[in-house]
């Protein structure tokens, strides 16, 4: 016989011998694991703690975690956009001119809903503005948004207020610059190209 040919059934015996007391251990060892008395010597059980688990829920987060995105809002065909945040401070509008390196409020939060509670009859709170949209007209110079089914008219450059009456339906005025498509950032639909 050639040592090859000897080799081959001397490591099949070798292999069959561990396999053999490997299965031999295993109810030794099953026993041992789930004997009582094993059980007190280890580690304590880990039990579930709910009362903590439901501190970090959805429903207790919400009060946390305020805004987990940003959207920009393109200003026409400028490089300029506004973006509205909310925070544990309130929610604010901002107005971003990368041209110039501005980041500011797109407008005077206190005025604005001191002129909302007078025309509306109704207390606002500035860091709590009751829309989170607006739109720009072609023009720029004043935004326009919704309160309660009523369309209002904000002028940027003299900060006065006008009621535009109750909204139409599906209605964009004609002076009035709406996002148009989707893609990224536009606002007007999927997040994609």
């Known amino acids: 016989m050639s040592p090859r040919s000897t080799a081959i059934p001397h490591l099949a015996l070798r292999r069959l011998a561990i396999a053999t007391s490997m299965v031999a251990s295993l109810p030794i060892t099953a026993t041992a694991q789930t004997s009582p008395a094993s059980t007190a010597s280890a580690e304590p059980r880990v039990r579930a703690n709910w009362t ?22 393109w200003l026409g065909k400028t490089d300029s ?6 925070d544990k401070n309130g929610s604010r509008f901002t107005l971003v001119v990368p041209t110039s390196t501005t980041k500011r409020p797109l407008f005077d939060h206190q005025k604005l809903a ?10 606002v709170e500035a860091n709590n503005l009751p829309f989170t949209t607006l739109n720009f007209t072609k023009d720029h110079k004043a935004i326009r ?14 900060e006065t207020l006008k009621s535009l009456g109750k909204t139409l339906r599906d209605s964009v005025p004609q002076d009035e610059e709406r996002e148009v498509g989707g893609g990224f950032g536009g606002g007007g639909g999927g997040g994609g190209g």
């Open 114 to 123: 001191e002129a909302l509670s007078m025309t509306a009859r109704k207390p």
């Open 52 to 73: 903590l688990a439901n501190r970090y829920s959805t429903v207790a987060l919400r009060s946390v975690v305020f805004a987990g995105n940003l959207q920009p809002r």
């Open 81 to 86: 956009l506004w973006y509205n945040w909310k």
């Open 145 to 158: 948004f919704v309160v309660d089914s009523t369309r209002y008219e904000w002028v940027l450059a003299s």
